[in-house]
């Protein structure tokens, strides 16, 4: 995941912002209103499907094959039959007769191999083509060296579609529940033109509810039942209404006042609620870490940030168990790596991936280590001091404690180390961050899916999303093992992605911090709402108030 932005989320905001939520009060004879209110905490960027940063809600109003149901796993989309070749290359979907369009148009095969054609086009500028690597030629498509029509998806009808992989792709299933790979209509593309997702009027939309009242700029939208989708009489909620909130205290007091149905919580209120019954903690798959860059401007800054015993030593100074329960207090957990615990398990033995992929002092607070690290990698760069800069977008909550706790963390047990803060916009840290304009970054990354490989992919050296540029021959030959030579052999693939994890660990090319674990005030009359831990975090296709 990417960043939570657009109709998602941030690389971990919006979708926190605009989560789980209830009504207000009703009467025990009144008929309750099926509508919630709920906060965001960024306006959305864009609602075009193949542009979006982030796609933690966008289930709700994009559908494909399949969409994410219970516990990670996948349910029932637009296709109503799914069939699979026994080299596990080729699939077969089926799509149902009454799938329609909120503007009433069928959905067709042809939607679904236009929407995946766009979306690899290189004037559309998505952020996220590297999904489609492992699909036939995407990978050749993603690197600029075939056309995005040659992608392996074709109609066979009007109501089939065929998808070829290069190889097995071992998560293929819950990839295509991935809001991404949902379809677009290119009818409606076409007749917008340039105006086309500029509001929501100029677009169509698959899934269970629709957007209104989005103009681009303002801090208010809603999310209304679409009655063209094919389940929609399971679809209880007439309404969906979002407002940016941007501080805690104020979405706090609109809660209270009972003008939202829900209230994200800073770590310093979550001290004063935890006892609420009202008080509700979820989990994510989100690992917040330290980016270093690689390829800083500076060149002395590039020196360091290129020592390995500087990166240990930053990595072992930091207690994660005391920023975890007393500087946030929020529920997060301390990590054992780059990859979130209760992802994905061992095939083979059920162990979890998290577990597996730790190593000995890298992730645990060692001052001690810290100090003989520091005082090496110094040596080495024949320098005395370090001066260096760590810039956070400051629309994340928790962003200014943690960056003021690394400070003094950092100073007070590596001598010579001053850290500068840079809190800013998180339209300027993205930005920023992209352009490789930062020392240290607070960065954070969510799993798009349930499988290792999506925060796995990440630290590749021809991955865009890899800011820092830090680069690792052995670690590029792992992961393009694990996707390519052991593909269709789960276990050898299992392997391949363990030792690539505990490369990432023993070099801290990048340091994690903390998994999040985010903590709301929500209201008890609000039933059937899915929450997930990756990919699409919320659903209210089910949720009704009682």
Known sequence: MKKWTGIGLVAAVVALGMG?????????????????RLPATAALDTIDLAKATGYGQTGNVFEGFYRLGKNGKVAPGLADKVTMSKDKKTWTFHIRDNAKWSNGDKITAQDFVYSWRRTLTPSTKSSYTTMFSGIKNGDKIIAGKADPSTIGIHAKNQQTVVVQLDKPIAYFKILMAYPLFAPQNKKVVDKYGKKYATKSEYMVYSGPFKIQGWNGTGNTWSFVKNNQYWDHKVVKLHKINYQVVTNPQTGLSLYQNK????AQLSNEQVKNYKNNKEFQQYPYSIVIHLKYNFQDADKAKRRIMSNQNIRQAIALSINRSQLTKKVLGDGSVTPTGFVASGLANDPKTGEDFAKQQAV???????????????????KQLGIQKVDLNIMAGNDDVAASTVT?????????????FNLKIQN????????????GDFDLYLSHWGADFNDPISFLQIPVSSNSLNYGKWSNKRYDALIDKAQNQDAGNDEARWQDMVQAAKLLNKTQSFTPLYQANYAYLTRSDVHGIIHNTAGTQWSYKYAYIK
């Open 259 to 262: 003008k939202l149905d829900f």
């Open 404 to 416: 003021q706790y690394l400070k003094g963390a950092l100073e007070k047990n590596l001598k010579g």
């Open 360 to 378: 000995k002092n890298t992730t645990t607070y060692n001052p001690k280590l810290a100090k003989q690290k520091w005082a090496a990698g110094l």
């Open 20 to 36: 789980l939520a209830a009504c207000g009060q009703t009467s025990s004879t009144a008929k309750p209103k099926q509508e919630l």
């Open 424 to 435: 800013v916009p998180a339209s300027v840290a993205q930005s920023r961050s992209t352009s």
